[in-house]
């Protein structure tokens, strides 16, 4: 464990000198702004028009599964000094960081492609077709691709701050404001997964709500904290309960908005009336504050992730080229993934222009789905590589293992991707 106890010291001194200062802005609150996004929003509209409150559900669980998913990171780095990539790197055959490597560019590239799509969207929702959708979006990649070339890790937390304020805040009133009867009930509902294609749902909910790959930014989050040390971990659990608390009530909220403005079960939803209807319908109801109120907390939703991903998903892409190419020592791969590393710079700047083609689509509301289903795919894998790294690999402190629930949550995790996955394939041959 040498190389752990040399990368835990590096790290140590290099977060000293670089903390965010973040106040009650934690990682957890970052990393669940950054995967609440136009894909999460609009998930939850399909879901809240399309089954009404039998999927409210969905949203609990997707949640939670992240949590354990991340906790098992967290808990991983904190008590080796690695990041779960290099876990993977030494611990796993050299053709799944390969693998892995690409599925982070496919993965960039649909992320990108559906939060411009979604800033378009917005904006133009927000300006009442004032700003074209396409022009919304192309606007939206320049200043977040500037803003994030520029910024510090401080920089970044500022920006972030009034962004998660006002998405949260405007949601859950739009929610309170629409729909104050109780729907505890409607949390217990999972048999309706049975319906067809009500797994697929189920799948882009658990790969949309609270992010996929942006999980794995978490790490260096807790890095740029000067988190380090195991006896951390305490304080690591209370923040991602926040954080994906703060995702539940944000989902479910959207899901209550949806329901109420597509009042019939079923209802076909278009790529124009996704958003505007659901602002239109808080318009009749409360008048023009409530189309405003939500038009401003969905562009806050989705600019508060596109600059998150942008902001995040290089390092992990710098981490990748960084393995692959066995860059040692330790301190030099420390520094590929900083914000000013040329290698970070050029991650960013493929996300931004591989984002421009998509800012083009007819279909915005295809595209965002449709990169929640790729998202999914990458959960079920962290679940099992975390449970053959909690088996397989010598621990210096055994009591820094995974706990036995959560070694059970995540085979639950394998086992309900498994079992929705062969529900859908037989669904397709059905007539």
């Given at each position: 464990m040498k190389f752990a106890r040399?990368?835990?010291?590096?790290?140590?001194?290099?977060?000293?000198?670089?903390?965010?200062?973040?106040?009650?802005?934690?990682?957890g609150l970052i990393m669940a702004a950054s995967g609440i996004g136009a894909s999460d929003v609009l998930t939850a509209t399909v879901g809240g028009a399309t089954y009404g409150l039998q999927r409210l559900w969905a949203v609990a669980l997707g949640a939670f599964f992240k949590y354990?998913?991340?906790?098992?990171m967290a808990r991983w780095q904190l008590a080796t000094g690695t990041t779960i990539l290099e876990g993977w790197a030494r611990h796993l055959p050299r053709w799944i960081l390969v693998g892995f490597s690409g599925y982070v560019v496919l993965w960039s590239v649909a992320v990108s492609g559906a939060l411009i799509t979604g800033c378009g969207l917005a904006i133009e929702n927000l300006t009442a077709g004032a700003v074209p959708q396409t022009s919304g979006a192309l606007g939206h990649a320049v200043l977040a691709f500037g803003f994030v070339y520029a910024a510090r890790s401080r920089g970044f937390a500022t920006a972030m701050k009034p962004l998660i304020v006002v998405m949260f805040v405007s949601i859950v009133v739009c929610a309170a404001v629409t729909?104050?009867?109780?729907?505890?009930?409607?949390?217990?509902?999972?048999?309706?997964?049975?319906?067809?294609?009500?797994?697929a749902y189920v799948l882009s909910v658990i790969g949309g709500i609270g992010g996929s790959l942006t999980l794995l930014s978490y790490g260096y989050l807790l890095r740029d904290e000067g988190k380090v040390s195991a006896t951390e971990l305490p304080v690591v659990r209370r923040d991602l309960a926040l954080?994906?608390?703060?995702?539940?009530?944000?989902?479910?909220?959207?899901?209550?908005?949806?329901?109420?403005?597509?009042?019939e079960a079923g209802e076909t939803m278009t790529d124009d009336d996704a958003v505007s209807r659901m602002a239109g319908y808080l318009g009749e109801l409360i008048g023009p504050a409530g189309r405003w109120i939500y038009s401003v907390g969905f562009w806050a939703a989705v600019l508060a992730s596109l600059i998150g991903v942008w902001q995040g998903v290089p390092a992990i892409a710098a981490d990748c080229y960084s393995l692959l190419r066995?860059?040692?020592?330790?301190a030099r791969r420390e520094a590929t993934v900083q914000m000013k590393s040329p290698v970070y710079r050029i991650a960013l700047a493929f996300m931004a222009l591989s984002s421009v083609p998509f800012a083009f689509t007819q279909r915005p509301l295809f595209v965002i789905v449709a990169f929640t289903v790729i998202g999914s795919l990458f959960i079920p894998f962290v679940a099992a590589t975390l449970l053959y790294l909690n088996f397989r690999v010598p621990f210096s402190d055994p009591s820094r293992r995974n706990r036995p629930i959560t070694n059970a949550v995540l085979v639950l995790v394998l086992v309900a991707f498994v079992a929705v996955g062969a529900l859908e394939i037989a669904a397709l041959g059905k007539p």
């Open positions: 040399e990368l835990t010291v590096s790290n140590a001194n290099g977060a000293a000198a670089r903390r965010t200062r973040m106040g009650w802005l934690g990682p354990v998913l991340s906790e098992g729909f104050p009867e109780p729907t505890a009930a409607a949390l217990v509902s999972p048999a309706t997964v049975f319906s067809r294609g009500g797994g954080g994906y608390g703060f995702t539940t009530v944000f989902g479910i909220s959207v899901m209550l908005i949806a329901r109420r403005a597509f009042p066995r860059i040692p020592p330790a």
